[in-house]
């Protein structure tokens, strides 16, 4: 079984900053890219940003600039560094990872289970 766990989420005003974390756990052999996937109500869920295992990154146009995304290879942890905040980046934020099970030769995707981000005007 492999988990991802995610934190940070909140409350935040119009400009503010937030912090998400998200820690995979379980039988991990090794995590190729991880990332960070948002959904607001009434909408299909969305990219947000990615980091391969060599850091690589890319984040959609309406958070570049605003957003960073980083990890921690030896904690098997992806950070969500989100600052400016506006009322529309409010949505249910979910981490995905593409983790190589012990015993096993393929990659598989996994999801966290969210956490709620408002940001109020």
């Known amino acids: 079984q492999v988990q991802l766990v995610e934190s940070g989420g909140g409350l935040v005003q119009a400009g503010g900053s937030l912090r998400l974390s998200c820690a995979a756990s379980?039988?991990?052999?090794?995590?190729?890219?991880m990332g960070w996937y948002r959904q607001a109500p009434g909408n299909g869920r969305e990219f947000v940003a990615r980091?391969?295992?060599?850091?690589?990154?890319n984040y959609a146009d309406s958070v570049k600039g605003r957003f960073t995304i980083s990890r921690d290879n030896a904690k098997n942890t992806v950070y969500l560094q989100m600052n400016s905040l506006k009322p529309e980046d409010t949505a249910v934020y979910y981490c995905?990872?593409?983790?190589?099970?012990?015993?096993?030769?393929?990659?598989?995707?996994?999801w966290g289970q969210g956490t709620q981000v408002t940001v109020s005007s």
């Open positions: 379980g039988s991990i052999f090794s995590i190729n890219a």
């Open positions: 995905n990872a593409d983790v190589r099970r012990l015993g096993e030769l393929i990659t598989r995707g996994y």
């Open positions: 980091i391969t295992s060599g850091s690589t990154t």
